[in-house]
């Protein structure tokens, strides 16, 4: 704890004092104890501070008597040079006693009557102005609000710290000022609002004069702690409760611009005292480390003007909510299932045509910057239009609340949020993406940065808990692309692995998914320890997690309920919740069966597997597999007859993960059934797919199951299963 600023707010503290009880004793001199002060029929709260704090109604010059008496009391003497002592209470104390003491020298101002506000200066701020406005404080619509001393040390940054700060939809109240200059004058000198701008306009504006001396801070505090009593429910008195519900409830802070005068200092010690941290660009201001008075530190200093708005919602963990998002082209969820047909098309990435891949993970908050936004390598202006590009998103996040666990969750959004943008087509997930930009979307304006500027405003707005930080890094040079997908794909194997060694068994909820119902509305992914989603994006861990991060979300526990066949896996809880959840399409669902009641399957599935009959056996085709398979249909055909959301027997699209889990069609006889697979997803899956063939008792199973190479049509599959003695001839007939 900084002895020198503790010492500079007991300072200030007593003269603040001083000047109250001088005040106080000239007012009741001039005008008597009971002459009326206060702001009338402005609030219901007589003067607020003192009746939150201390249960007063102070409605008389007199009355002020005990509110400057107990300010005196609250303090303790200046500290010394050669004593050192725990200042933090002291300090505090001192905060609580400027607030009391200004709040008796501006109440005092209304001996003669309360003036309405004056020369642009909006002074007082009424109850009626804190129910319109606090209530949008405490439900979250509005952030926060900011109190800044000032002014800035150029206009420049004046009207640069203001800007950011309406952009994030921040309230903003100015006061103070050096030598007479103030930031309302640099307002007008910025062009922010004219010198002559009513007062309603700068309540639109956000940003609102309060008063052009220290003291007129007060008025914002006094305007905040009202809504402890009104919206926290709090009666007068109860200070503590109070106090704390300004901490929890009003994102608040303070900003100071140059070095902090002892008068300044006392202030927001009585700011700190709500909850409300201060923020300098002066590297005179020592740092105050949490203490537990604020959520984060209580003063913070930070010199660079680039950083200094996103320093203060880091230090007050105000979460952002970007209303707009800035993008020249229409944002809507009503878009989500365009798409874009290759005549309509002015670019596209992924799949087959190009490497591409998304990949979002979790960073210090001091590796990025909120909101950056590079792109690196030719942007979509420089094809050939109707051509494809290499493309990698890195999206960076950072959060004090932000886990590694959330980080797959996230990424998986990607596909949602940015398929909200008209004219841009998104598909698939990790580095199996599809991604697709219209001619007129190009046409209108739309870059490589605006996928920057949606991920940035969307994780923002739905994981505002979570998340205090997000940067996006984009690239279209066919190097830095092969670089990332390759250490993604390190973090996807990773995220994979976590989940091994949980089985169905073990967990009596399963987790749905129904992010693809903008696709195939009737379509329900069930997510189970030992069968992850069949887009392979999703497993129960991540289910779960992003259930605890968003409870209203599209992954919800299914609890199993009563089980009405373990070896086909279907049970009455999950019957119920896929049946009232796929729009009352799908009655029964076999979680280990392709033939009876299979999953449904929407369209973003890594794999299909498919049945043949003459084999006794089945098939597996990866998306990236372009010829025709044993079945007679390519990887097309076979999802246009899988896909959609409808339930298909003997169809069904999959995660790669799961055709080596020991559930894997295991009412149909499991791994042993599959007989066809091209080499390519073969190679693949080779290192997990071992455990289970070992476990079967089939160990060179893998080497058993047909490739491209060695067989086209069913007729050769069948030969080649002769041949090398695959053991689905020797299971009951399928069908
Ligand atoms: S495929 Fe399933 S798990 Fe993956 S995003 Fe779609 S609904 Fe969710």
Avoid at 25 to 38: C, L, Q, R
Avoid at 618 to 645: D, H, K, Q, W, Y
Wanted: charge should be negative; glycine fraction near 10%.
């Amino acid at each position: 704890m900084s002895k020198q600023v503790f010492t500079q707010v007991i300072r200030g503290a007593h003269e603040w004092v001083r000047q109250a009880e001088e005040a106080l004793e000239k007012a009741v001199e001039e005008h008597g104890p009971d002459t009326p002060i206060g702001w009338g029929g402005h609030t219901a709260y007589c003067l607020p501070m003192s009746y939150s704090l201390m249960g007063l109604e102070v409605k008389t010059v007199g009355g002020l008597k005990d509110q400057v008496a107990h300010a005196r009391e609250l303090l303790r003497p200046v500290p010394s040079d050669d004593l050192w002592l725990p200042y933090l209470g002291d300090g505090l104390d001192a905060g609580a006693a400027t607030m009391l003491a200004q709040e008796a020298l501006v109440a005092l101002k209304t001996v003669n009557g309360y003036q309405a506000s004056s020369n642009g200066w909006q002074g007082f701020i009424s109850d009626t102005i804190m129910r319109e406005l606090g209530i949008q404080l405490v439900d979250g619509r509005m952030p926060g609000f900011a109190l800044i001393l000032g002014p800035a040390p150029t206009t420049e940054l004046a009207v640069k710290t203001v800007r950011e700060l309406q952009s994030r939809s921040i309230l903003t109240f100015l006061c103070a000022n050096r030598d007479g200059k103030t930031m309302r004058e640099q307002m007008v000198e910025g062009g922010v609002f004219q010198d002559d701008a009513p007062l309603e306009e700068c309540w639109d504006l956000y940003v609102v004069p309060v008063g052009p001396e220290t003291l007129d801070g007060i008025y914002v505090l006094n305007w905040s702690i009202r809504s402890a009593l009104t919206f926290g429910g709090h009666k007068r008195g109860e200070s503590r409760k109070c106090l704390n519900y300004t901490k929890r409830r009003i994102h608040a802070f303070g900003i100071t611009f140059g070095d902090i005068p002892d008068d300044w200092y006392a202030m927001g010690a009585g700011a700190i005292l709500m909850g409300y941290p201060v923020i300098s660009d002066s590297t005179s201001t020592p740092v105050i480390h949490p203490t537990g008075v604020t959520v984060r530190e209580a003063i913070r200093v930070e010199t660079d003007p680039d950083k200094l708005v996103p320093t203060c919602i880091d230090t007050r963990a105000v979460k952002v909510k970007i209303e707009k998002i800035d993008i020249p082209v229409g944002y809507a969820a009503a878009f989500e299932g365009e798409r874009v047909r290759k005549d309509d098309m002015h670019v596209q990435f992924g799949f087959k045509y190009s490497d591409a891949v998304e990949y979002a993970f979790m960073v210090e908050p001091n590796e990025i910057n909120d909101g950056d936004v590079e792109v690196t390598g030719p942007d979509i202006d420089s094809v050939e239009p109707g051509k494809a590009m290499p493309l990698c998103m890195e999206v960076l996040i950072a959060g004090r609340k932000m886990q590694r666990d959330f980080e797959g969750i996230m990424e998986r959004q990607i596909h949602r949020w940015t398929s909200h943008a008209m004219g841009f087509m998104h598909t698939g997930q990790r580095d199996q993406i599809w991604c697709r930009v219209s001619k007129k979307a190009f046409n209108a304006g739309f870059r490589l940065e605006h996928l920057g500027t949606i991920l940035h405003a969307k994780l923002h707005d739905e994981y505002g808990g979570i998340v205090d930080k997000v940067a996006v890094r984009i690239s279209t040079e066919p190097e830095k692309v092969k670089e990332v997908v390759a250490r993604a794909s390190e973090a996807f194997t990773h995220r994979d692995d976590r989940i091994a060694g949980m089985t169905d068994e073990s967990v009596d909820v399963f987790y749905s998914c129904t992010v693809c119902q903008s696709y195939a509305p009737d379509h329900v992914c069930v997510i189970t320890p030992q069968r992850l989603g069949l887009c392979g994006a999703y497993n129960w861990l991540d289910g779960r997690a992003n259930y605890e991060i968003n409870p209203a979300g599209p992954n919800q526990p299914i609890p199993k309920g009563r089980t009405l066949d373990l070896d086909k896996g279907e049970w009455e809880g999950v019957n119920k919740f896929v049946y009232e959840n796929s729009n009352r399409k799908v009655e029964r669902f076999c979680a280990y069966s392709l033939l009876e009641a299979p999953m449904t399957s929407c369209g973003c599935f890594e794999c299909i597997v498919a049945i043949l009959p003459l084999a006794n056996g089945v098939m597996v085709v990866n998306r990236e597999f372009l010829e025709i398979t044993p079945s007679g249909m390519s990887f097309g055909e076979l999802a246009s007859a899988t896909g959609g959301g409808a339930q298909t027997p003997g169809f069904v699209g999959v995660g790669r993960l799961y055709l080596s889990s020991p559930k894997f069609l295991s009412a149909d006889g499991g791994v042993k059934r599959l007989v066809w697979m091209p080499k390519a997803l073969k190679e693949g899956i080779r290192e997990r797919f071992r455990k289970e063939a070992e476990r079967v008792g089939e160990p060179d199973l893998l080497d058993k199951i047909a490739t491209e190479e060695d067989a086209t049509t069913e007729e050769e599959v069948l030969a080649h299963m002769e041949k090398v003695g695959h053991p689905a001839l020797s299971l009951d007939p399928l069908m």
